[in-house]
């Protein structure tokens, strides 16, 4: 397992963090996966083996069991120096506060998340969305209110425009508190647009990149080819999250992994996860599971080396049309940027 820098931050993390979506199974989530205690237990020892050191969860994962059932798989006590991340910004209950990126809410948030995961601190703690409503500066101070308390070690955001996060890291600093060191993105081979605004960001602002959903709720697992998914998968019980919208691209892109991963005697999710490991700016990839068999072959995905010729086979089929403002401006970044600096442009540069 190999363990990049999280941004500009000293913290080091494996490049395949343990999702836990699958734990629970309240509400929405049911549709996702019900992994119980004991389960959760195999899991997390199964990841831990493997070198995986940070588990990524959210107090909205089933309504807060999900983070239940982390503390109690952790019993208070932080395994072979496992970190812990979690999230805040959707409700929690009825009331007209137990939701949003308020002060009031981010701080009560965040001490309920330390009592149900039985910790003292949580080492990334990390805003779930804008809430399209709170000042940016009243979620930066919060932020870094908890960071001043030890209830929080470093602070991220998920699901942030390109403008949010420049916003909020001008915050920061111009207020001296403490900046994002990480975002969570959904960024996949047939998901790229994080490639445009969001992944340019993080190399220039030194953001480290944790990506959920990185097989896209299982479409690029290899078990789903045209016309038929197989039975109590997520795409099959109505999650429809990510949308597609160019089937037949899609379903190009599954083509392609399954044909490399039959040459490597692989699957095709580990295909589509070492891409993500191999691409620049790309920290950690966010596995996660129902049974023990997909663990671990998510998990071998560490280890997979893509060759040049391979990376350029999955372009062909995945490269989305160049958009502006690029298509306009090539030709003066080239001279303002020279080649070696044009990759902070994305790929299509």
């Keep these: 397992m190999e363990y990049r820098q999280l941004g500009r931050s000293g913290l080091k993390i494996s490049t395949v963090t343990m999702g836990t979506m699958t734990i629970g199974g309240g509400g929405k989530f049911a549709q996702v996966g019900d992994v119980g205690v004991t389960d959760a237990r195999r899991y997390v020892d199964l990841c831990l083996d493997a070198g995986v050191n940070l588990i990524d969860t959210a107090d909205i994962y089933s309504t807060g069991t999900c983070e239940e059932i982390i503390g109690e798989v952790l019993g208070g006590k932080r395994k072979n120096g496992v970190l812990i991340a979690t999230k805040a910004r959707f409700s929690m209950g009825p009331g007209p506060n137990d939701g949003g990126l ?3 809410h981010l701080i009560s948030a965040c001490e309920a998340s ?3 995961l039985k910790t003292d601190v949580i080492d990334l703690y990390q805003v779930h969305e804008w809430d399209g409503q709170t000042p940016l500066e009243e979620t930066m101070e919060a932020l870094d209110t908890l960071v001043g308390q030890g209830k929080a070690r470093y602070i991220g955001c998920s699901n942030y425009s390109g403008w949010h996060i420049m916003k909020a890291l001008g915050i920061s600093a111009q207020e001296h508190r403490q900046r994002f060191v990480s975002q969570q993105i959904h960024y996949t081979l047939e998901a790229r647009e994080a490639e445009y605004e969001l992944i340019p960001i993080s190399i220039d602002q030194g953001l480290g990149i944790l990506v959920w959903s990185p097989l896209a709720g299982g479409l690029l697992s290899g ?3 045209r016309g038929q998914a197989p039975e109590g998968t997520r795409q099959l019980a109505g999650w429809n999250e990510p949308p597609i919208r160019d089937e037949e691209r899609l379903w190009k892109i599954v083509d392609m992994l399954v044909a490399i991963a039959a040459e490597r005697n692989v699957s095709a999710a580990q295909v589509a996860l070492a891409w993500l490991i191999g691409r620049k700016a790309v920290t950690s990839v966010i ?5 023990e068999a997909q663990f671990r072959d998510n998990l071998a995905a560490a280890n997979l080396k893509l060759t ?8 062909a089929v995945s490269l989305p049309p160049v958009l502006y403002p690029y298509w306009h401006q090539l030709w003066t970044a080239k001279d303002r940027l020279g ?3 044009l990759s902070l442009l994305g790929p299509h540069v």
């Design 102 to 104: 308020s002060r009031h």
């Design 114 to 116: 330390l009592k149900r």
């Design 223 to 225: 078990k789903h080819r």
């Design 287 to 291: 596995i996660g599971g129902r049974t």
């Design 308 to 315: 040049d010729e391979e990376r350029q086979l999955l372009d």
């Design 339 to 341: 080649e070696a600096d």
